[in-house]
């Protein structure tokens, strides 16, 4: 019987802050928003360094290589050493950024101003 020596994918996930807790990277990972190296994952699985996490999140899809394991969360700059985002995950990314930033549709205007709201008002009045 072999000894397994990484930490359980939902603590690595929580440990990496991809999760602010532990729970809800289980509920991830039991949704099936969560595969490892292809395969969808089980909770208590463990994680090895290079192994590859897909990881799901509402409209956002990340794929990581696992560099470092870690079963204690730490600060963001620590947590952010455990992982690197793959070139395609970094791509997508950008790409989803610049098709939010076409379809923003810039704010024109403002909160009316006193003289603009007394024009409402008396609209508002002469039409009711």
């Given at each position: 019987?072999?000894?397994?020596?990484?930490?359980?994918?939902?603590?690595?996930?929580?440990?990496?802050?991809?999760?602010?807790?532990?729970?809800?990277?289980?509920?991830?990972?039991?949704?099936?928003?969560?595969?490892?190296?292809?395969?969808?994952?089980?909770?208590?699985?463990?994680?090895?360094?290079?192994?590859?996490?897909?990881?799901?999140?509402?409209?956002?899809?990340?794929?990581?290589?696992?560099?470092?394991?870690?079963e204690t969360r730490g600060p963001a700059a620590i947590a952010q050493q455990l992982?690197?985002?793959?070139?395609?995950?970094?791509?997508?990314?950008?790409?989803?950024?610049?098709?939010?930033?076409?379809?923003?549709?810039?704010?024109?205007?403002?909160?009316?101003?006193?003289?603009?709201?007394?024009?409402?008002?008396?609209?508002?009045?002469?039409?009711?």
């Amino acid at each position: 019987m072999t000894q397994e020596t990484g930490p359980r994918i939902d603590k690595w996930l929580w440990a990496a802050r991809f999760f602010k807790t532990r729970g809800l990277a289980k509920t991830a990972i039991d949704g099936g928003h969560i595969h490892l190296n292809g395969i969808r994952a089980k909770p208590a699985r463990t994680l090895h360094c290079g192994d590859r996490l897909d990881i799901t999140s509402g409209t956002r899809h990340v794929s990581v290589i696992v560099d470092a394991l870690s079963e204690t969360r730490g600060p963001a700059a620590i947590a952010q050493q455990l992982y690197t985002e793959t070139p395609e995950s970094l791509a997508r990314a950008e790409a989803a950024r610049a098709q939010r930033a076409a379809q923003a549709e810039p704010r024109q205007g403002g909160r009316p101003t006193k003289r603009d709201r007394r024009v409402i008002h008396r609209f508002n009045e002469s039409v009711g």
